[in-house]
């Protein structure tokens, strides 16, 4: 009972949320990571034969293009197994990044206060629907897009939907409720000031982006989020709720029909066209090469380190993937985790990836370790990255990296929310409806000669940025720390 | 971020699947499991490991675990955070295996894994496409018995474990807070020992110590495999016997009746740290688990936590939240999910401007009045209401089943248990509900934490 712990932790998944005392067990059990699996042959004995990288499609999910009768679109996934069905979806460019100057944290507001009452219903009357249902609804705002999610029972569907066009379509924003939700988010704020991991990221993005929307925390600050007001909130709702960015992903017990019904009752009543708005500018990214410390009272320094990278439509995209994999990429096999975690035992997690933001890229990668090791640590991460932009990766490596990379896809299908958010990231990158069978053709195409381009082309030693919360020996700040305030 | 009564909504859910499955307490009449939830086969092989198997077929792919019966409270004195080391060496190499080339070969099967350990149990777990399910077991029974412990190994792997308790506890006063109020609450339980292990003790853990723990409890009598997927007990069972079936079971050592002294005094333990930026507030009371006290009590005190917590609309969040504004959350916890004694637990975190004594008294009024009042007929039908439609959840992903049940069968229940669980918990009445707050609220001892912010020092 009470808390689980584990071999190893997933990036961004040890978050003590709202930093509350109490860990229930069940909270801390987060022992998957982000993937899983598929692949031909028989079971093969210890070691040997593991020569197939070609994996087939995933045949056991069909995805069928469903346009309802007043012309939204949704990707399906029929599945009969449970009497449930899960909508995910998304609003392009109705993330924090396009809040407006002066008002970070509106789409992070606003997405917190749909389900706080809308039409006749007051928060506790909306909310006391869902819950007697069962229903379970949700939005958030990351950077680039507004996001939705809904999972009911089928039997609740009808009302479930129509919650759901409320929430959309008339929310209230009664001032109590925006009230009391601003106030909570500002507890997070504040509480973020001094979490070693929360303040390392915000720093980070501060470094690399200035004052560029994609350095904006999502959240807001205390100053941005006071301003912000309920006709703000209105306008949003109209201007970036509209049909012509909206991208969803249904799976479930449903049939086409049926869902053409639902999308249309959910989402026909939201405008067709958003109104012009000025478009967020690319984002030049600075401050490489320069060493940030934030100074921070505790054992153990957060470190976050990486440089510009590319976009998910980047032809190179796929052998970038698979030299990340094989550089930090997953599980405990990628070679940072060889040989700053498992030959010296520097730290319990390190990790790279890619974030294939649209304005700002990155490649980037973090670990935390005592004050004393961070200088050793970042040299171990130096090297890594040397011998990567220098000889790329082995023939072995590449042929393991495939074989992991498509066998474990498809355990990211893991149930109808896992699957319904790959819809609406499918559609979001332009992916095709195929994608699914394509993936490991896409993956299996790529090349040593890719990998070394990218590698070159992407990893520099030299103007790798980093920023260390803590109080890190051996290291040198090369730069003044941006002033992040909350 | 930032919504606290979202995160209270979210873990009554994990409560309700994670942590919920009580002890039946009535026996189970064949015939009668109708609200069946994961409906699982069942058998056990002959060396007495039992075999679980959930079939879901949406994507051909399994979830393989195997769960052994021990955990940090089976460690021996002076030996804290042995049984999580542990769980990290069974990564380190076998008689045919080298250092790191079982992670190897689950990653190059498209595998994902990993293990963790609990006060309980120890769980490992592979996710693989279901073609590679039989190279997992027979890794996964390999090293259940021939595991090749060095001191080379032993040694970095120490310091990894140093760096997770520094992620853990040491950067973070939250949860340095709950390490001091675990041992306040539990005077005797070794559950008043953190899992991960005091540092000093980390420190002197010895090959000897390590080599012998997994002699006395790594077996097949001692274990469970838990398999949810695209498979169904006729595969799995050749198998099953072929790679784990042929491990010879072993007498396992005796385990302490570790018993709780009745708590005769109130404790408060505060931690004011310069980092803290919110107050937060909490109580605990000592509560039968399903193992452990009065059974009885289990599915009335989930019911009550549902109705306490389950929500925005839950009576705490509802009342000093959204009406009286004294708190940014408030909620409640029980996780009966537990070999040893349970705790039913409070918090609460003052709204802007407030402070800890405002939200503790305003907690203390919904016990009081819960205790004079009770609940409402409503109240519990809505509450069973939700619980039962999360077990319908529950059976969503395919991971989601082999966790339940393994965790249920480890800490010793059964596979009727958690089966019977919506019918359980459907039972619940009004009467049941009010007599378990009586008997675990009513004139009782707690402990109380409070998380407070500490100016900084002048001299920076």
């Known amino acids: ?486 | 971020m930032g919504r606290t009564r979202k995160i209270a909504a979210t873990l009554g859910v994990v409560f309700a699947l994670g942590g919920a499955f009580g002890l039946s307490p009535i026996p189970n009449t064949p015939g009668a499991a109708r609200a069946a939830v994961f409906n699982p086969e069942t058998f056990t092989l002959k060396n007495g490991m039992q075999v679980v198997v959930v079939s879901n077929h949406r994507v051909p792919v399994v979830t393989h675990m195997v769960w052994y019966k021990v955990g940090a409270m089976d460690e021996p004195p002076g030996k804290s955070g042995l049984a999580h080391y542990f769980e990290h060496l069974m990564f380190k190499g076998t008689d045919t295996l080298k250092p790191g080339e079982f992670s190897k070969i689950v990653a190059e099967n498209g595998g994902r894994e990993n293990a963790f350990t609990s006060q309980d149990y120890t769980g490992y777990f592979q996710s693989v496409a279901v073609d590679r399910l039989e190279l997992m077991m027979e890794i996964e029974a390999n090293r259940m018995t021939k595991l090749a412990l060095t001191q080379d190994v032993i040694g970095p792997e120490r310091q990894v474990i140093l760096e997770e308790r520094s992620s853990r506890t040491d950067n973070n006063p939250a949860a340095q807070l709950s390490e001091q109020v675990a041992n306040a609450m539990y005077l005797n339980h070794p559950y008043r020992v953190p899992i991960i292990g005091w540092k000093h003790e980390i420190e002197g853990l010895t090959l000897s110590d390590l080599t012998k723990f997994y002699r006395q409890w790594y077996r097949p009598n001692n274990a469970i495999l838990v398999i949810s997927g695209a498979v169904t007990a006729d595969d799995v069972r050749p198998l099953a016997e072929k790679y784990y079936g042929v491990i010879p079971a072993k007498p396992l050592p005796a385990r302490i009746e570790w018993k709780e002294p009745p708590l005769l005094a109130d404790r408060r333990i505060t931690l004011a740290h310069e980092r803290v930026r919110q107050p937060a507030w909490s109580r605990r009371f000592p509560a039968p688990s399903a193992k452990y006290g009065d059974h009885s009590l289990v599915y009335p005190l989930q019911v009550l936590t549902e109705i306490l917590s389950g929500g925005a609309t839950s009576r705490l969040y509802k009342t000093l939240v959204v009406e009286d504004k004294i708190a940014a959350s408030a909620g409640a916890w029980y996780d009966s999910h537990a070999r040893g004694p349970s705790i039913f637990g409070f918090y609460a975190s003052p709204a802007p401007g407030g402070d800890t004594d405002s939200v503790e008294r305003g907690v203390n009024a919904q016990i009081d009045k819960l205790l004079a009042d009770g609940v409402t007929q409503q109240e519990v039908e809505q509450a069973i209401n939700r619980l039962q439609a999360s077990s319908i959840y529950a059976r969503d992903s395919y991971r989601t089943p082999a966790r339940i049940l393994g965790a249920a069968l480890a800490i010793g229940m059964t596979v009727a248990d958690v089966e019977s669980w919506p019918e359980q918990i459907g039972a619940v009445t009004v009467a049941d509900i009010n007599k378990a707050a009586e008997a675990v609220f009513k004139d009782r001892r707690s402990v109380t934490a409070l998380l407070l912010p500490k100016p900084k020092p002048e001299n920076k």
């Open chain 1, 1 to 486: 009972m009470i808390a689980f712990f584990q071999k190893k932790n997933l990036p961004g998944q040890n978050q003590n949320l709202l930093g509350r005392i109490q860990t229930p067990s069940g909270q801390n059990y987060r022992p998957f990571w982000r993937q899983i699996v598929l692949s031909l042959g028989l079971s093969m004995g210890l070691g040997l034969g593991m020569s197939l990288s070609i994996a087939p499609p995933v045949q056991a999910v069909e995805v069928e293009r469903v346009v309802s009768p007043g012309g939204v679109e949704a990707w399906l996934v029929r599945d009969k197994n449970i009497p449930i069905t899960t909508l995910a979806f998304s609003f392009r460019n109705a993330g924090g990044g396009a809040d407006p100057t002066g008002k970070a944290g509106l789409a992070n507001l606003t997405a917190s206060l749909l389900d706080e009452g809308a039409g006749d219903l007051n928060s506790q009357a909306f909310q006391g629907r869902l819950e007697n249902l069962a229903i379970r609804l949700s939005f958030g705002a990351g950077l680039e897009t507004f996001r939705g999610n809904l999972k009911t029972l089928n039997r609740n569907r009808d009302e479930a939907v129509d919650l759901l066009r409320l929430a959309l379509t008339k929310p209230r924003f009664d001032d109590d409720a925006v009230q009391r939700i601003r106030s909570q988010i500002e507890i997070g704020l504040k509480q973020r000031e001094t979490n070693p991991d929360s303040r390392a990221s915000r720093i980070w993005r501060k470094a690399l982006f200035g004052d560029h929307p994609s350095g904006r925390p999502v959240n807001g600050k205390l100053s941005t989020l006071a301003a912000i007001t309920t006709d703000d909130m209105r306008q949003f709702v109209l201007s970036r709720l509209t049909r012509d960015r909206l991208i969803i992903g249904a799976v479930g017990d449903i049939n086409a029909v049926d869902l053409g019904t639902l999308l249309d009752k959910a989402f026909g009543g939201l405008p067709a066209v958003a109104p012009k708005q000025p478009q967020v500018p690319a984002a030049k990214l600075s401050a490489a090469g320069d060493v940030f410390i934030s100074d921070m009272d505790i054992p153990q320094s957060v470190v976050l380190f990486g440089q510009p990278g590319l976009q998910r439509s980047d032809p190179d995209y796929y052998a970038a993937y698979v030299m990340n994999y094989v550089l930090g990429g997953g599980g405990f096999a990628s070679r940072l985790y060889t040989e700053v975690r498992e030959k010296r035992g520097l730290v319990y997690s390190v990790y790279s990836y890619l974030n294939p933001m649209r304005k700002g890229p990155q490649i980037s990668g973090g670990l935390a370790t005592r004050n004393e090791q961070v200088g050793e640590a970042l040299s171990l991460v130096r090297a890594e990255w040397k011998k990567m932009h220098e000889t790329g990766i082995s023939a072995d490596e590449l042929r393991r990296a495939k074989q992991f990379l498509n066998g474990a896809f498809p355990l990211r299908l893991s149930s109808t929310a896992a699957i319904a958010r790959i819809l609406v990231s499918m559609q979001y990158n332009a992916l095709g409806i195929d994608y699914l069978d394509r993936r490991a053709s896409l993956i299996n195409t790529v090349t040593r000669a890719d990998i070394d381009r990218v590698a070159k082309q992407l990893l520099n030693p030299d103007t790798l940025t980093i920023v260390v919360v803590g109080r890190p020996k051996n290291v040198k700040a090369t730069a003044e720390t941006p002033d992040i305030d909350y």
